[in-house]
């Protein structure tokens, strides 16, 4: 039985890859940050893992756990938007700090940790980022915050996956679309079943020519 491992499932994206994939029945390890989501990844079929990826001393812990085993897939998905800007506003210290620890430090410190038990499995590391942190296809500067931390950290997934391709790994960013979820809102066009539907779809085909990619959730490849 193939081992998935769902790093931020509390809600939204990561709990729908866990529901996903708990009832395609895998053996699913999902993380969360508040006590009272473990009872809901539990009863969907999840062995719920308690982890704030702002603390390495947790991220360290993380890996002792799965240390020896093997990990077919790791979606990496814990992240914020930060503030809801329409131009170049300049961020507060705490903003800025937050949403780059959440969303590319702490990445950087999930990868190694992961590479070991990915590498056992010759399985695959799919980070959650977003077409907002696409150089080439940018046309906005709203959430420009969001987009230089989504702009970073597909630069830390490139990285990765020329060390880790050598190891067997696959490595690969996604763009779920624009989902109903706490962070999408109400008026998003996509529902959160059909993106991970097909962001799994990209993840299980996902292969040696994919490694180092970015893709959306129809599979197509984006510029970064």
């Known amino acids: 039985m193939p081992t998935v491992l769902v790093i931020g499932a509390s809600r939204g994206i990561g709990?729908?890859?866990?529901?996903?994939?708990?009832a395609a029945g895998e053996r699913v390890l999902a993380t969360h940050r508040?006590?009272?989501?473990?009872?809901?990844?539990?009863?969907?079929?999840?062995?719920?893992?308690?982890?704030?990826?702002?603390?390495?001393?947790?991220?360290?812990?993380?890996?002792?756990r799965l240390a020896g085993e093997p990990v077919d897939i790791a979606v990496i998905n814990a992240g914020v938007f930060g503030p809801r800007t329409a131009g170049i506003e300049p961020p507060a210290a705490d903003e800025f700090d937050l949403v780059m620890q959440t969303n590319v430090r702490a990445a950087m410190q999930l990868?190694?940790?992961?590479?070991?038990?990915?590498?056992?499995?010759?399985?695959?590391?799919?980070?959650?980022?977003?077409?907002?942190?696409s150089m080439t296809l940018m046309r906005s500067a709203n959430g420009?915050?969001?987009?230089?931390s989504?702009?970073?950290?597909?630069?830390?997934?490139?990285?990765?996956?020329?060390?880790?391709?050598?190891?067997?790994?696959?490595?690969?960013?996604?763009?779920p679309g624009w989902v109903r979820t706490d962070m999408g809102g109400a008026a998003a066009d996509l529902d959160v079943a059909d993106s991970v539907s097909g962001l799994r779809r990209v993840i299980a085909g996902?292969?040696?020519s994919a490694n180092g990619g970015f893709f959306d959730d129809k599979g197509e490849r984006l510029a970064w």
């Open 15 to 22: 709990l729908e890859f866990t529901r996903q994939y708990a």
């Open 111 to 133: 990868i190694p940790v992961l590479a070991d038990s990915a590498a056992a499995a010759r399985g695959t590391i799919a980070v959650l980022s977003s077409r907002m942190g």
């Open 150 to 175: 989504k702009a970073a950290l597909n630069s830390v997934v490139r990285s990765a996956s020329i060390e880790l391709g050598t190891r067997g790994i696959v490595c690969i960013a996604l763009h």
């Open 144 to 148: 420009w915050l969001y987009r230089a």
């Open 34 to 64: 508040a006590p009272d989501a473990a009872a809901r990844l539990q009863a969907l079929g999840a062995l719920p893992l308690p982890l704030d990826v702002l603390d390495p001393a947790a991220i360290a812990g993380l890996g002792r």
């Open 206 to 208: 996902a292969d040696a």
